[in-house]
């Protein structure tokens, strides 16, 4: 059963344009989410995060929405650039302090 | 200010082995957590560990456990390891208590090949 689903495994985009990364989640309990890009064989590193009483945060060139009555938050890099490509993970922050992951979708920004 | 660090690297090991993974929190942070990321698979929750105890475990069998150190660094240890053991270990910190802060942030990983 799983509580996070990023339902796309992936995404190309071209340089400069918007890439917009989905994620679900099906526990209304859920009162922080969390973005992370991850490369291979490295950890994940944070990119920004949100708490349920907003629905917009923004830092940069990374924006995330966060729809509560949808359960659906979405994550927009603009403009995107090569060096974004990566797996980009959303996670929720679990009741009991654990983040709970999505699979993952893998982002290729071509040049 | 040093991230989250891991040890060692890479480590290979044959069924039956155990193993021991160690983490290093950001300077202030109280709790870690512990991710499994097996080939394939998203990031599973291990273990949490706050000012020294165990606060919450996930999915895992007891073969899989830890502790944490009075300087807030913790271990991980795997015991009768197992073929399907072989993943991407991951460590993560966060600040709880009076000045909690939600977002963890991850070391580098262990990464754990079992023969």
């Known amino acids: 059963d799983q509580q996070v689903k990023q339902n796309s495994p992936s995404l190309s985009v071209q340089e400069g344009r918007i890439s917009i990364l989905n994620c679900d989640y099906t526990?209304?309990?859920?009162?922080?989410f969390l973005w992370y890009k991850k490369y291979p064989a490295e950890g994940p590193t944070f990119l920004i995060s949100?708490?349920?009483?907003?629905d917009k945060n923004e830092d940069g060139r990374f924006t995330v929405f966060l729809n509560k009555s949808a359960k659906h938050l979405s994550l927009h890099i603009v403009p995107s650039q090569p060096g974004d490509s990566a797996v980009y993970f959303c996670?929720?922050?679990?009741?009991?302090?654990?983040?709970?992951f999505g699979k993952g979708t893998k982002l290729s920004v071509k040049p | 200010e040093a991230g989250v660090t891991q040890s060692p690297t890479h480590l290979i090991k044959t069924r039956g082995q155990q193993v021991t993974l160690r983490c290093s929190p950001i300077s202030g942070h109280t709790s870690v957590y512990w991710y499994q990321q097996a080939l394939g698979l998203g990031l599973q929750f291990l273990l949490w560990?706050?000012?020294?105890?165990?606060?919450n475990r996930g999915n895992f069998p007891p073969r899989f456990s830890g502790r944490q150190f009075p300087n807030y660094s913790s271990e991980l240890n795997v015991n009768a390891l197992e073929l399907e053991d072989s993943a991407l270990y991951l460590c993560?910190?966060?600040?709880?208590?009076?000045?909690?802060?939600?977002?963890?942030?991850f070391g580098p990983g262990t990464r754990l090949l079992v023969l």
């Open positions: 996670a929720a922050k679990g009741s009991q302090g654990n983040l709970i």
């Open positions: 526990n209304s309990m859920f009162d922080y």
């Open positions: 949100i708490s349920s009483i907003k």
């Open positions: 993560a910190s966060s600040l709880e208590g009076a000045l909690k802060v939600e977002t963890q942030y």
């Open positions: 560990y706050d000012e020294g105890e165990e606060r």
